[in-house]
Structures are given as C-alpha cells and as structure tokens.
C-alpha cells in the first residue's frame, strides 16, 4: 500500500511560479511512475505531468509543456512539481498519483492510476 501527501499549493499571482511536492509513504518499486493530475471545478480531471521512477523517463501534457518541471527524489520517496509562468488557466487541485505498472506512454497519461493523494489547490489570479 502507498499513500501519497501533496504539499506547496496556494495562490500565486499570473507569471508567478510554485513547486509541489509528493511525500510517498510504502515501498515505491523500480515499475511504478508517478504523476501529476489537476481538476478545476466542473472539469474532467486531466493529466499533467508523469514520471518513470526507475529511469525518470518524463511526459507532460502538452499545455504545460515548457513551464512545468516533474522531477523525483527516489531516496526520499518524493516527487516535485516545479511549474512556471503560471496563468489563471492552471487554477484547479493537482493530485499526485502512482501507477505500479505499466507498458506504454498512453498508460502513463491517463488517469487509471493505483494510487491517489488527496490533492493540494493551486489558485492563480490574473
């Protein structure tokens, strides 16, 4: 079992940056990759960023491409979200998620992930 605890969410002015970060608690093995989801209100929750545990293989979705950073610490069990050049657009609860197997990119990207943390709010004004 793993539990994962986001962290480093706020309000942030448009331009402005924030980082996030995962705490995952259990054993992460060398199959998992960890992401990034948000959801603002009313959508559908959507894929942001992911990363391979073993090999830090990284994908983004492509409206972050650029301004946002997955990076982890497999040491601490930890995973960051660096995102830059924040727009109102980014406002929604981001979510960190593990997925303990996969087999393609498109696995990757969607949101069939084992395990989800309870999300931490990112609010950007213009």
């Known amino acids: 079992q793993v539990q994962l605890v986001e962290s480093g969410g706020g309000l942030v002015q448009a331009g402005g940056s924030l980082r996030l970060s995962c705490a995952a608690s259990g054993r992460i093995f060398s199959t998992y990759a960890m992401g990034w989801f948000r959801q603002a209100p009313g959508k559908e929750r959507e894929f942001v960023a992911a990363?391979?545990?073993?090999?830090?293989?990284?994908y983004y979705a492509d409206s972050v491409k650029g301004r946002f950073t997955i990076s982890r610490d497999s040491a601490e069990n930890m995973v960051y979200l660096r995102m830059n050049n924040l727009n109102p657009e980014d406002t929604a609860g981001y979510y960190c998620?593990?997925?303990?197997?996969?087999?393609?990119?498109?696995?990757?990207?969607?949101?069939?992930?084992?395990?989800w943390g309870q999300g931490t709010q990112v609010t950007v004004s213009s």
């Open positions: 998620a593990a997925k303990r197997t996969y087999r393609s990119s498109w696995q990757i990207t969607n949101n069939d992930y084992d395990y």
């Open positions: 990363i391979t545990w073993s090999a830090g293989i990284t």
